[in-house]
């Protein structure tokens, strides 16, 4: 069976929900990184970034969240990782997330949220920029959810979880969205499908 170490960080809990939307049962095992069981030796065998996740399949270890996706899909043969022209459609948003919209929503999270958890100061400029960059961003996603649930039509895809990583966290981050409806709309959405709110092992 695949084995998925997960921890309840944005990337981490991604993982957790493809699998539990998908279907697929795993192994799962809690990486503590408060303890630091990220720096350990072990982990940074299969994980050489020391950062979660990581799935390990057999002998292959593989790291990154979208991929691990990808590959949770292809296991079920799902179109969550979509085929044909529509996987373009779906590797696009997936770039403009890594390029545009996650460096600004991370930005939030890692200043307002993760950096008072451990007594760090918060970095006003990169908050600030942060900042400034949001309405663009936004307004952007907002107009392309207009008239389909979900960013590439009436199923969700791997392009919506991606994009989707940092809005569970978006109260602690103190990023809101109340003024992009479409938005609103679209993460209600998400919140309704099997085992996104909840997507954690049972138990842990």
Known sequence: MMK???AETPHGRKACAVAAYLGIELDFERVDLAGGAHNQPAYLAINPMGQVPTLVVGSDYLSESNAIAIRLANEVRS???PKGRVQAHAQRWLSWDSEHFKPVVATYFVENALKPLFGEKTDMSALAQAEAAFPKVARILDDALKDRDF????????ADFALAT???????????????PEIMRWNAGLNSLPGYLDPYPKGA
């Open 4 to 6: 998925l170490y997960y």
């Open 151 to 158: 960013i590439l039509g009436s199923r969700p895809t791997i």
């Open 79 to 81: 179109d969550f990782w």
């Open 166 to 180: 940092f809005l569970p966290f978006a109260a602690a981050s103190r990023l809101t969205f109340e003024t992009y």
